[in-house]
Structures are given as C-alpha cells and as structure tokens.
Nanobody, 127 residues
Framework: QVQLVESGGGSIQTGGSLTLSCAAS?????LAWFRQAPGKAREGVAA???????NYVWTVKGRFTINRDNAKNTLYLHMTNLKPEDTGMYYC????????????????????????WGQGTQVTVSS
C-alpha cells in the first residue's frame, strides 16, 4: 500500500505559476497528475514513468512540467501561464507496474492505469 499526499495548491491569477508536490510513502514505477473541474470528469494531465519518460494532455503542453525525485519519493507538477480552465482539484496517482509511458494519445493518462490515489489539492485560477 502506497500513500500519496499532495500539497502546493492555492488561488492564483491568470498567468501565474504554481508547483504541486506529491509525497509518496514508497517508490512506485509510474506516477501521474489528474485534475477534476467542477461538474466535469477527472482527466489525466501529466504522467511519468520509471525512466522519466513523460506524456501530457494537449491543453497543458508547453505550460506544465512533470518530474520526479526518486530519492525523496516525490512527484512534482510545475505549472506556468495558468488559465481559469486549469482550475480544479489536482490528484496524484501511482502504480507499481513498470509500463513505458509514450508521448501522444493517452498513454499514462487514464484512471484505470493507477492503483493508488491521493486526496487532492485545490488549484483556483482567477481571471
């Protein structure tokens, strides 16, 4: 059992930057960030595998960066040029299965690929 604790959310104006962190109680191969806006389904935002290959949903490409610090069992999401449509609850997800995450399509960005989930941290972007 791996426990995930997110932090770093907050309220920010359009164009601002935030960095989210996710502290894991142990190492897992694949990690991802998901988000859920009010009234919408949860969507995959960014994913990273054990070799630090990454994939992003097209709406955040060029603005968000996912990275991991395996020594600290911590996952990060660096968000820049934030927009109101980035508002939502951001969740960290993890899975022990070491599957390659390939850029494009939805690789690593689907909920069923992950076993462990955090409680979420709220990000609110105002215009």
């Amino acid at each position: 059992q791996v426990q995930l604790v997110e932090s770093g959310g907050g309220s920010i104006q359009t164009g601002g930057s935030l960095t989210l962190s996710c502290a894991a109680s142990g190492y897992t191969a694949n990690l991802a960030w998901f988000r859920q806006a009010p009234g919408k389904a949860r969507e995959g935002v960014a994913a990273i595998d054990s070799r630090s290959r990454t994939n992003y949903v097209w709406t955040v490409k060029g603005r968000f960066t996912i990275n991991r610090d395996n020594a600290k069992n911590t996952l990060y999401l660096h968000m820049t040029n934030l927009k109101p449509e980035d508002t939502g609850m951001y969740y960290c997800a993890a899975d022990p299965e070491d599957l390659p995450i390939l850029p494009g399509l939805l690789g690593g960005l689907r909920e069923h690929e992950y076993t462990y989930w955090g409680q979420g941290t709220q990000v609110t972007v105002s215009s």
